[in-house]
C-alpha cells in the first residue's frame, strides 16, 4: 500500500489532495485438517485452491471553506480504480476465473448552519459504489452497487445532554441483497435486486442523570423496499411491486444505561430491540423473522498504577444473562415450500410432515427377534404405525416443526449408528493389517429428503433424493482425495465392482463401468446426462410417477399418471429446484433438446412404452397389487 496526501489552508479555505495504491495478493484454499477414518488422504489435503489479485488507485480532492459564522461547507471529488481478478481451482476441478475493472466516481457535498453553540442543521449528498465481492462471483455474474445519499439532520449539544435527529433517503441501483439463501458451503448468497431504496429518521442521545447514570437510547424508523422487483415464477418473469428488502428490519432500537458507582468501577446494561424482517425479496411469509429484544451487561474496572502502564482496564461482558431465546439470523430453507411451480406434481404428495409416522425411518424390530426380545425393541423405542403427537395449542406451522425436530433426531440417530459401525469396520481393517490391501467402498440405493421442501423419505427426482453418496479406498490405485464429477448411477456399481476383480459383466447388465474414470479421470465416451423413472403409485406416499433425465446443469421431468405435467430446472441458478421454467419462451430450444435427449436414453434402456402402457405398470404391476392388499 502507499499513500500521498497534500494539504493546505488559505483564510477560511481548506484544501488537500491526495492518492492511494493498494494491492492484495492472497492464496484461497479448503484444507482437509482431520479425517479419523481416512488415513489414506495425506494430512493438509486442499480440496480447492485458487489464488486472488486485487489492485485499487484512488485519487481525490476536498475542499472545506467557511462563507460566514454561521455558515460552512464541503465538497470532496474522489475516482477508484479496481482490477480484480482470480484463477485456479473452486471446488474439486471445478476453474474459478474472475477478470473485472471497475472505474467509480464518487462526489460528496454537503453545508452545515451553526444556530447557535448548542444547535447546528446539516445537509449532504454523497454517490458511493461497491464491487462485488469474491463469494458473489462464486455464486453468480454480479453487478457493483451505486447508492445516492440524502441526508438532513440536526446536532444538539450540551453540557449534560445531546441529541441528534437525521432524515436520510438511500436510492440504489444493482443493489447486492442476501437472497436467504446458503450456497454449497453455507456461504449467504447475494444477487443484484435492481432498483430499491432505504427511507428513515434515525434519533440518539446521550443524557446525564446525575453525577452517576447515563442514558444513551437510540432508534432508527424506515422503509426499506425493492422497487417493482421481478420474479421469475412458472418460467415466467412476474413483477411482485415494492417488496421488502431481505434483512431490514423497520425498526431498530439501542438502549444503554451505565451506572458509575466510583471513578474505577462502570456498569452498562445494553439493550437492543430489532424488528420484524424477511429473509428473502419475495414477501413469503415463511421467510419472515419475528422481531426480538436482547440485553448484555457489561462491567468495567480501570486501574491506574503510578508506574510501567498509564492504564490497565479489565472488562466483561455477560452475553444474554437473562437466557432470551430469539433468532436473529437464518436462512430461507425449502422446507416451508409452498409449492407454487409444483401445485399439482409435488403438492398432493403424502411425504409431508403431515403424514410422517416413525415407522418411516425403517427403525422396526428385526424379524428374526423373538417375541420376548422384540417386546423389549417396541418398549424401548416406538410402537408401530406410532404418529408423531400433534399438539393442539400450537399453530399448523409450529405444529410442522415440532414434528420434523422429532424425525430429524431419529434421522440423525440412525446415521449416527450407521457411521459407528463404519468406523468398527474401517478400526478392524486397520487393527489387523488389512487397510492397505483392502477396497473401501461407501454408498446407498437413493438419496434422502430431511426436511427439503417440507418432505421425508425419498421417490422424487429432485436432487435430494437422486444424488447417492459414493465414497472409494483403493490403496495404490485411487489418488486420495481425488473427485470425478462424472455422472454415475447404481446400475453401474455391478460393472465397475467386477471390472475391479477382473471380471467382465454380462452383456444384460444395462450399466456400464466406471472404473477408468476413477482411476485415470478420463473417459471420453462417458454419458453426458442420466435417466431416471419412478412408477410405484398410488402406493407408497402418493407420490406421482414420472421419468426424466438430468445433465450437469440442467433437469427435464415428466408426470405421466393422472396428469401431462413437465418440469424444468436450471441447478446452477436454481439449485433447490423451486422455480419450474418450462414454459418460459426462452428455454424452446432447450426444452426440445432436452426431450429428444429423454427420449433416446428411454429408448437405449428399453422402455418404448406408451404412456397408457406405463400407467398399466403402476396399476398392475405394483401400486394396484399393494393398494388391493390393503383393501382385503
Not at 474522489?78 to 471497475?102: H, M, V, W
Not at 448484555?296 to 472488562?315: C, Q
Not at 408426470?559 to 436450471?570: A, G, I, S
Request: glycine share 6%; net charge neutral; hydrophobic share 30%.
Amino acid at each position: 500500500m502507499a499513500t500521498f496526501s497534500l494539504n493546505r489552508q488559505k483564510g477560511n479555505t481548506e484544501w488537500s489532495l491526495g492518492t492511494l495504491y493498494s494491492r492484495y495478493v492472497g492464496d484461497h484454499f479448503g484444507e482437509l485438517i482431520f479425517a479419523h477414518y481416512s488415513p489414506s488422504i495425506s494430512p493438509r489435503h486442499r480440496f480447492y485452491e485458487n489464488q486472488g489479485n486485487k489492485k485499487e488507485g484512488n485519487v481525490y480532492a476536498k475542499v472545506n471553506h467557511r462563507f460566514n459564522d454561521r455558515i460552512s461547507g464541503y465538497l470532496d471529488l474522489q475516482y477508484r480504480g479496481i482490477s480484480y481478478t482470480a484463477d485456479g481451482k473452486l471446488k474439486g476441478p471445478e476453474p474459478i476465473n474472475i477478470d473485472e475493472n471497475y472505474g467509480f466516481f464518487n462526489p460528496k457535498a454537503g453545508l452545515v448552519y451553526t444556530f447557535n453553540p448548542n444547535n447546528k442543521f446539516y445537509i449532504s449528498f454523497a454517490r458511493a459504489h461497491r464491487e462485488p465481492s469474491r463469494a458473489d462471483f462464486e455464486n453468480g455474474n454480479p453487478k457493483p452497487e451505486e447508492l445516492n445519499d440524502y441526508e438532513l439532520g440536526w446536532r444538539f449539544n450540551r453540557e449534560k445532554a445531546s441529541l441528534l435527529v437525521n432524515f436520510y433517503a438511500m436510492d440504489y441501483t444493482n443493489q447486492l441483497a442476501l437472497t436467504g439463501a446458503l450456497d454449497d458451503v453455507g456461504t449467504p448468497i447475494r444477487e443484484n435486486v435492481g432498483k430499491s431504496s432505504r427511507l428513515g429518521i434515525e434519533l440518539e442521545g446521550t443524557f446525564a442523570l446525575g453525577n452517576r447514570w447515563t442514558w444513551q437510547p437510540n432508534i432508527t424508523f424506515s422503509r426499506n423496499r425493492n422497487q417493482d422487483f421481478y420474479f421469475q415464477r412458472n418460467g415466467v418473469l412476474t413483477a411482485l411491486g415494492d417488496t421488502h428488502l431481505s434483512f431490514s428490519p423497520a425498526v431498530v432500537a439501542g438502549n444503554i444505561i451505565a451506572f458509575q458507582p466510583s471513578s474505577n468501577w462502570k456498569i452498562a446494561l445494553l439493550t437492543k430491540y430489532v424488528g420484524e424482517q424477511y429473509m428473502g425479496n419475495i414477501d413469503s411469509e415463511t421467510s419472515k423473522l419475528e422481531a426480538y429484544s436482547m440485553s448484555d451487561l457489561n462491567i468495567n474496572y480501570r486501574i491506574l498504577p503510578k508506574s510501567l502502564f498509564k492504564e490497565i482496564n479489565i472488562s466483561m461482558l455477560l452475553n444474554n444473562p437473562l437466557g432470551t431465546k430469539y433468532v436473529s439470523n437464518g436462512y430461507f430453507y425449502t422446507f416451508d415450500d409452498d409449492y407454487s411451480t409444483r401445485e399439482i406434481t409435488a403438492g398432493n404428495t403424502e411425504m409431508t410432515m403431515d403424514y410422517f409416522c416413525r415407522e418411516d425411518m425403517k427403525m422396526i424390530p428385526p424379524k428374526n427377534l423373538a417375541e420376548r426380545e422384540k417386546r423389549k425393541w417396541l418398549s424401548y423405542g416406538f410402537k408401530r404405525n406410532e404418529t408423531v403427537i400433534v399438539d393442539s395449542e400450537l399453530s399448523e406451522i409450529e405444529n410442522r416443526r415440532a414434528k420434523f425436530q422429532i424425525y430429524i433426531k431419529d434421522y440423525l440417530a440412525t446415521i449416527k449408528s450407521v457411521d459407528d459401525n463404519i468406523g468398527r469396520v474401517l478400526d478392524y481393517l486397520e487393527e489387523n493389517n488389512l487397510s492397505k490391501n483392502t477396497i473401501i467402498i461407501y454408498s446407498s440405493d437413493q438419496g434422502f429428503f430431511i426436511g427439503e421442501h417440507g418432505w421425508f423419505d425419498k421417490r422424487f427426482m429432485y436432487e435430494e433424493s437422486i444424488r447417492m453418496p459414493f465414497v472409494i479406498k483403493y490403496p495404490g490405485l485411487i489418488k486420495p482425495g481425488t473427485v470425478n464429477k462424472d455422472i454415475v448411477t447404481n446400475i453401474d456399481f455391478a460393472p465397475t465392482i467386477l471390472e475391479m476383480l477382473g471380471l467382465q459383466a454380462p452383456i444384460s447388465v444395462q450399466g456400464e463401468s466406471f472404473f477408468s474414470n476413477l482411476t485415470t479421470g478420463k473417459n471420453k465416451n462417458w454419458r453426458q446426462s442420466m435417466y431416471y423413472h419412478y412408477y410405484e403409485y398410488p402406493f407408497y406416499h402418493h407420490v406421482q410417477p414420472h421419468y426424466g433425465i438430468r445433465n450437469e446443469r440442467y433437469k427435464l421431468i415428466h408426470f405421466y399418471y393422472d396428469m401431462d405435467q413437465w418440469e424444468l430446472y436450471d441447478l446452477k441458478k436454481d439449485p433447490d429446484e423451486l422455480n419450474n421454467i418450462y414454459l418460459s419462451k426462452k428455454e424452446s430450444k432447450l426444452v426440445s433438446k432436452l426431450k429428444s435427449e429423454l427420449y433416446s436414453l428411454k429408448k437405449y434402456y428399453g422402455n418404448e412404452l406408451t404412456y397408457e402402457e406405463m400407467r398399466k405398470i403402476s396399476d398392475t404391476d405394483f401400486g394396484g397389487l399393494e393398494s388391493k392388499k390393503l383393501k382385503q
